[in-house]
């Protein structure tokens, strides 16, 4: 049984530049959550996609968007990047959709916006 | 407006001690109550969790205690092992939501 897998581990970017960021979900699991977790402070959540739908979305701008594939893999856009989105990017699979529980997470994206 | 609260913030505690991390939620509609450890480097991993209808629950050396009054849960690792030092969040979640997380607690245990 393989685990989430996020890539890449680290970016540096460039304000104003846009990102994306990816996440393969758990075998087994069917719904991705994303959430940024800045330094020193819990994860907050982004949002939920299921059947390649977003199931949910926390207080993000529009900028914030992302996909899901088929293959219940997922995405995570970040445009016209700010310096307070340098973070921690985390993805989440599991298997019911819109729950906190059964979360499996990855290792995480450190994203560093100059 | 932060849901839930946590304390302390960082914490040292010597080898075969007892930690204990606190949290306490403002929603009472929240049914699900997890803690999460994290190691440098690496995601939240599931530690334990518990629902409002018991009011505590022990998987080893972690033991929840829930205090629904009060709107309170804490986590207590008992023996504790420098292998423990890691970050630890309490979260919660209601019915189909996501989870809510605490701001973390920095637990060093020192040799």
């Known amino acids: 049984e393989t685990g989430v897998t996020q890539s890449p581990t680290h970016l540096i970017k460039t304000r104003g530049q846009q990102v994306t960021l990816r996440c393969s979900s758990q075998s087994g699991h069917n719904t991705v959550s994303w959430y940024q977790q800045a330094l020193g402070q819990g994860p907050q959540f982004i949002f939920q996609?299921?059947?390649?739908?977003?199931?949910g979305r926390g207080n993000f701008p529009p900028r914030f968007s992302g996909l899901q594939f088929p293959n219940y893999s997922s995405e995570l856009n970040v445009n016209a990047l700010e310096l307070d989105d340098s973070a921690l990017y985390l993805c989440a699979s599991s298997l019911v959709s819109g729950t906190g529980k059964g979360y499996t997470f990855g290792s995480g994206t450190r994203l560093t916006v100059v | 407006q932060q849901q839930v609260k946590q304390s302390p913030q960082s914490l040292i505690v010597q080898k075969g001690g007892i930690s204990i991390i606190n949290c306490a939620y403002e929603n009472t509609a929240f049914d699900y109550f997890p803690w999460y450890q994290q190691f440098p480097g690496k995601g939240p991993a599931l530690l334990i969790a518990i629902r409002p209808d018991v009011s505590e629950k022990k998987e080893g050396r972690f033991t929840i205690s829930f205090n629904k009054s009060a709107k309170q849960f804490s986590l207590h690792i008992m023996d504790s092992q420098p292998g423990d030092s890691a970050t630890y969040f309490c979260a919660a979640s209601k019915g189909y939501s996501t989870l809510t997380f605490g701001k973390g607690t920095m637990l060093l245990v020192s040799p």
């Open positions: 996609y299921y059947r390649e739908e977003e199931n």
